[in-house]
C-alpha cells in the first residue's frame, strides 16, 4: 500500500538520525547513559561502567538503532524492525524521565522524554500493523470455529449413519418376520389339506369296509 511506503521512511527517519548522532557523537548521550547505567549496575551489585564502556554501549545502541530503522524505512521485516525500535526506545525514555530534576534540565528532560514516548508508541503501532492480514486473535477463532463446524458435521454424520442402520435393521427384521408368518401360514394351510386329505380317505376306507360287510 502507497501509504505504508510514505509513512514507514517518515517514522523511520528520526530514528535513523537519532542513531547517527548518537554513533558519530557519543559524548553527547554519554551522561544520561552513564546516569541509567549506574542504576542498573547498582542494582546487580557491580562497579560501574567505565567512560569507555559507556561510550561503547551509547554507539552500539546507535548502531543498532540505524539498523533497526533502515530495515523499517525500506519495509524488511517492518514489524520485526518497528517492535526493536520501541524496545531500544524505552530505556533512553527512562534515562529522559524529567520527575527526578528541576528548572531547566526538567524542562529539557520533559521534551525528550515526550518524544521518546511518541516514537515508543508510533513504532508499536507500526510492529502492530498486518497490512491487511487477519491477526492472531482471528485465526485463532477462525480455526475454533472450522474445528467445531467439523465436529459438528462428523456428529450429524453419525447420527444419520446411525438411523440409517436402524432403518435398515428395522426392515430387515419386519422383512424377517413377514417371512416367518407366510411360512407359518403355508405350514398351517398344508396341515389342513393333509387333515382333509386323511379325513377323506378314512371316509373312503369306511365306505369300503361297509361295501364288503354286504
Known sequence: ????????????????YDG????????EHAAGAREG?????????????????????VRTHGVLTVVCGIA?????????????????????????????????????RTAKFSRNLGGIGAALIAGADLEGRPGLSYRVGHARTAVASS????????KRSAATASHRAGDTVSAAAH??????????????????????AAKRGQKALADLNH
Do not use: C, D, W, Y
Open 1 to 16: 500500500m502507497l501509504l505504508r511506503r510514505l509513512a514507514r521512511p517518515l517514522l523511520a527517519s528520526s530514528f535513523v
Open 72 to 108: 523499517l524505512a525500506i519495509g524488511k521485516t517492518p514489524r520485526t524492525a518497528a517492535l526493536s525500535l520501541a524496545a531500544l526506545t524505552v530505556p533512553l525514555a527512562v534515562v529522559n524521565q524529567p520527575f527526578t530534576s528541576k528548572g531547566a534540565e526538567r524542562k529539557e
Open 179 to 200: 417371512k416367518a408368518e407366510r411360512a407359518a401360514h403355508r405350514a398351517a394351510a398344508q396341515s389342513r389339506k393333509a387333515a382333509k386329505q386323511g379325513r377323506k
Open 37 to 57: 547505567a549506574a542504576l542498573v549496575t547498582e542494582r546487580l551489585g557491580r562497579s560501574p561502567l567505565s567512560q569507555a564502556q559507556v561510550t561503547a554501549l
Open 20 to 27: 547517527v548522532q548518537a554513533v558519530m557523537h557519543p559524548a
Open 151 to 158: 465436529a459438528s458435521r462428523t456428529v450429524n454424520s453419525a
